[in-house]
């Protein structure tokens, strides 16, 4: 079974700099897409960015960008210019390619305060 | 883009009632539907994979005769927490996948439904 862990369960960032949330997971598959969530207060789920592992080129969506190294099976999240609305809980996600309907392991999470 | 709606959002029940949460997706159809729960401060953990006219596949640990789940339809899916108990007070969601999306596509999650048992 795949796991997901996100070791730092707080981190904080002053307004304007950039923060790198961690997350590591454990597969042995080589095809599998992997994502990460924010979750507001509202506790709604937004996607904020997604990585396919069979692409090289890091993911990238605006502030947000990923560093994926397949090989250390590691899949981290900057976020650039911090905003007091990236406040949240961040979630990273793992979904296996092998037909699993689609289903989601999620890490523990990554409480990010942002500061001003 | 594609809305995946959850009621109630807030529900308050008694120690041994039964409590029905209902998962629509609006604007697609959806043979495969996701519930999660979620503790306070903690992860989704996955509860079970409701599939569209067939049995739901739980995970392990997860009791079938206490969490019932029923999609009987291609846009609802919904779970039912029987003889409910202070310790099955949890934060649920429940997504969705938009069949015709590329693999990569994200799942579409529910705004949660907050369930306390008194």
């Known amino acids: 079974a795949q796991t997901v862990t996100q070791s730092q369960p707080e981190m904080s960032v002053q307004e304007a700099e950039t923060v790198t949330l961690s997350c590591t997971y454990d597969?042995?598959?080589?095809?599998?897409?992997l994502f990460w969530y924010k979750q507001p207060p509202s506790r709604q789920m937004i996607l904020v960015i997604r990585?396919?592992?069979?692409?090289?080129q890091n993911a990238t969506e605006n502030r947000f960008s990923v560093n994926f190294q397949k090989a250390a099976k590691s899949f981290s999240l900057k976020i650039s210019d911090s905003q007091l609305g990236d406040a949240a809980m961040y979630f990273c996600?793992?979904?296996?390619?092998?037909?699993?309907?689609?289903?989601?392991?999620f890490g523990t999470g990554t409480r990010l305060q942002v500061t001003l | 883009g594609a809305v995946v709606s959850q009621h109630p959002s807030w529900v308050i029940c008694k120690s041994g009632t039964s409590v029905k949460i209902e998962c629509r997706s609006l604007?697609?159809?959806?043979?495969?539907m996701f519930w999660y729960r979620q503790f306070p401060k903690q992860s989704l953990m996955l509860m079970a994979t409701?599939?569209?006219?067939?049995?739901?596949?739980?995970e392990q640990g997860v009791e079938k005769d206490k969490f019932l789940i029923n999609h009987a339809s291609l846009t609802l899916s919904t779970l039912t927490v029987t003889s409910a108990h202070p310790e099955d007070s949890s934060f649920y969601i429940c997504?969705?996948?938009?069949?015709?999306?590329?693999?990569?596509?994200?799942?579409?999650f529910g705004n949660g439904t907050r369930l306390t048992v008194t």
């Open positions: 990585q396919e592992a069979y692409k090289q």
């Open positions: 997504s969705a996948r938009v069949p015709s999306d590329r693999d990569n596509s994200p799942l579409h």
């Open positions: 409701s599939n569209e006219g067939s049995k739901a596949t739980y």
């Open positions: 996600a793992y979904r296996s390619d092998t037909g699993t309907a689609s289903k989601l392991t």
């Open positions: 604007d697609f159809q959806a043979t495969t």
């Open positions: 597969t042995s598959e080589s095809d599998y897409y």
